[in-house]
């Protein structure tokens, strides 16, 4: 076919609405540069083509664009969820250190193939690490978005079966499914799948799962970004450590983070009177997800009351109902502690 009948197949082809068509005689146009040496070109164009389903067509579902997910054998539920984002950076408020190193994981993974040609690999393995509440996930999702890649959440309710033995072959039909295109995966909760083998609490067969997780992401490619995420990383195996390209801890915010967060929640809707400074500097023990719900809880209030700006009473009122949350969390949790000891004695 030469390069006119192409062009005329692919524009009438959209003209039609006729998705399947369109997505063919791209696939023809991207293997085309691929044979002419273009593989820049030809990487583009299939992340283009890959990453859009909604410009694809409309309202198409995500599971109706790619080939059908893999499911549990027994209950039938999908092992994977495939969404998409347009976030930016701006979106996450996270330590600078950590910020710069996603920086070097995005420049290396745009420009994969100039790191093949001398022999060398992009950083496609990160672990997340550090309390909840931190930003792992949406930093997930924004790194998923700046790199125009679909997200492929890992359902662990789905993948752990009551069959330890089918668990691991659910992970073998994520790491099958994956390998078939570009993806930026997440496996939240990870240590409950990469457990330490030396534990003297877990059995042979929990031992044998993390040695077939473990074998799985040794074989997985590097097409695709492959992000571990957990908040009790004192409970993962040794050797699964040293499986990553780049290990990031997510802390508690500190106090100029707080600021920064404060003002991102807050930069949609019109506020006075709030001391910044000092707001921050009283949730010293706070979390990102504790700022958001704050300042969301605020704002909250000033619409239910049809005004149109935030005052600093607002935001009080707001952070002292956080404080009381916390105090009841603290409460119950000294009160577990409490039973837990009395039947220990």
């Known amino acids: 076919m030469t390069r006119g009948d192409i062009l005329r197949k692919l524009f009438k082809s959209f003209s039609q609405n006729n998705r399947e068509d369109f997505y063919a005689v791209a696939m ?22 890959q990453v859009s389903p909604q410009k694809k067509a409309s309202n198409t579902p995500v599971y109706n664009v790619y080939n059908d997910v893999p499911k549990d054998k027994d209950t039938g539920f999908p092992l994977i969820d495939i ?91 994520i790491f099958d499914y994956i390998q078939t295109g570009e ?21 042979g067969e929990i031992k044998r799962l993390v040695n077939s997780l473990i074998q799985l992401i040794d074989k997985s490619n ?9 908040n009790y990383e004192s409970l993962l195996d040794t050797a699964i450590w040293r499986r990553f390209d780049e290990i990031l801890y997510f802390a508690k915010p500190d106090l100029h983070l707080r600021r920064k967060l404060l003002e991102a929640k807050l930069i949609s809707i019109r506020h006075r009177d709030i001391e910044m400074e000092q707001i921050a500097y009283r949730l010293e023990n706070a979390t990102g997800a504790d700022i958001e719900r704050i300042c969301s809880d605020a704002i909250k209030s000033v619409i239910l009351r049809s005004d149109a700006v935030l005052t600093a009473s607002d935001l009080e009122a707001a952070l002292q109902r956080h404080l009381e949350r916390i105090r009841i969390i603290e409460y119950s949790r000294e009160s577990i502690k409490t039973i837990a000891e009395h039947q220990d004695e």
Request: charged share 25%.
């Open 28 to 49: 023809e146009i991207i293997q085309e540069e691929r044979d002419k040496n273009h593989l820049l070109l030809a990487k583009d164009l299939e992340t283009i083509l």
């Open 83 to 173: 969404k998409q984002y347009e976030l930016t950076w701006d979106r996450v408020v996270i330590a600078e250190d950590n910020f710069k190193t996603l920086e070097k994981i995005v420049l290396e993974n745009r420009k994969k193939d100039i790191l093949r040609t001398h022999g060398l690999k992009p950083s496609s393995k990160l672990l997340f690490c550090g309390p909840p509440g931190c930003g792992k996930t949406l930093t997930a999702q924004v790194l998923s978005s700046v790199l125009s890649l679909p997200l492929v959440y890992v359902n662990l309710p789905s993948v752990v079966s009551s069959y330890l033995g089918e668990t691991a072959v659910n992970l073998k039909k």
């Open 183 to 203: 993806w930026v995966i997440l496996f939240d909760e990870f240590d409950a799948l990469g457990k330490d083998r030396d534990s003297h609490n877990e059995h």
């Open 222 to 230: 590097d097409n695709s970004i492959f992000i571990a995420a957990t």
